[in-house]
């Protein structure tokens, strides 16, 4: 039995701990926010925090992600019912068109920005490797510098 802290509340989950972190978030928590892409950790559909951390859940163990570490997932992102700085930019910025990236790449952002508050366009290149299939990374780096500025 493993005990997961996801987005401020405890669960306790009965999976194999070699389950990816993705499964378990979305099929024994029902956090369905967080995508499945492309299962190897390439495309980022999947980011969620662990401590903070911008983590690739597709192909992060449930293992090293209970005991003690604090998830979070893209619902749990906003707070108070306050949406999060890079959603606020996200909507003003027009940056979805299918969306099924979007939730990734958000957490992706906001980990960018907790480290980096003022992140130059190469910061941006480096860090955010997510992939997005419609091609709105014009978009997305507007609204990165519009959440850095607010």
């Known amino acids: 039995m493993a005990n997961l802290t996801v987005n401020g509340k405890t669960h306790d989950v009965d999976a194999d701990p070699n389950t990816p972190l993705l499964w378990v978030l979305r099929e024994w928590i029902g956090m369905t926010g967080t995508k499945y892409g492309c299962g190897i950790a390439q495309c980022?559909?999947?980011?969620?925090h662990i401590d903070g951390v911008a983590t690739r859940s597709c192909v992060t163990p449930l293992s090293l992600a209970a005991a003690g570490k604090q998830i979070t997932t893209i619902e749990g992102l906003a707070q108070n019912g306050n949406l999060h700085p890079v959603q606020k930019a996200w909507l003003e910025h027009d940056v979805p068109q299918c969306g099924y990236c979007q939730s990734g790449m958000i957490m992706a952002v906001a980990a960018l920005l907790?480290?980096?508050?003022?992140?130059?366009?190469?910061?941006?290149?480096?860090?955010?490797?997510?992939?997005?299939?419609?091609?709105?990374?014009?978009?997305?780096?507007?609204?990165?510098?519009?959440?850095a500025s607010a």
């Open 44 to 48: 980022g559909a999947c980011t969620v």
């Open 114 to 147: 907790k480290d980096k508050p003022k992140p130059s366009d190469a910061d941006i290149d480096s860090a955010i490797t997510n992939i997005c299939r419609c091609g709105t990374f014009q978009q997305v780096r507007a609204a990165i510098h519009a959440a």
